[in-house]
């Protein structure tokens, strides 16, 4: 799978969607994709706009299958441990728990 984003849109669905199936990705490295791809662990970055390092990226797949198997599973471990939607509730929980706790005290 290849996200060749220019820009931030935040993190691309596509990418934990294919990772999730244990696919092999390459991405920009914008916005939340990095939090996903981790170069050379989980898939490969290049940076946005270059696209002969994202070809480069793309023939590396292409050619190095066993290698991208093994970044194609480290992806689909990390979106298991981080994208369960009870971890997800949990995080955003604490995040308006935290802001809470800011709040002044009414009374």
């Known amino acids: 799978m290849v996200c060749a984003s220019t820009k931030g849109e935040g993190l691309t669905g596509a990418l934990r969607e294919a990772l999730a199936m244990e696919r092999p990705v390459v991405s920009t ?27 480069d990226a793309i023939g590396f797949m292409l050619s190095h ?32 728990r935290e802001i809470l706790a800011r709040l002044p005290a009414k009374g």
């Open 65 to 96: 299958a066993e290698r991208a198997r093994q970044m194609a599973s480290a992806g689909r471990r990390w979106v298991l441990e981080n994208c369960d939607e009870r971890k997800r509730a949990q995080q955003v929980e604490a995040i308006y």
């Open 29 to 55: 490295a914008v916005a939340g994709n990095v939090e996903i791809v981790r170069d050379e662990e989980t898939g490969r970055l290049v940076p946005p706009n270059d696209p002969m390092r994202l070809a």
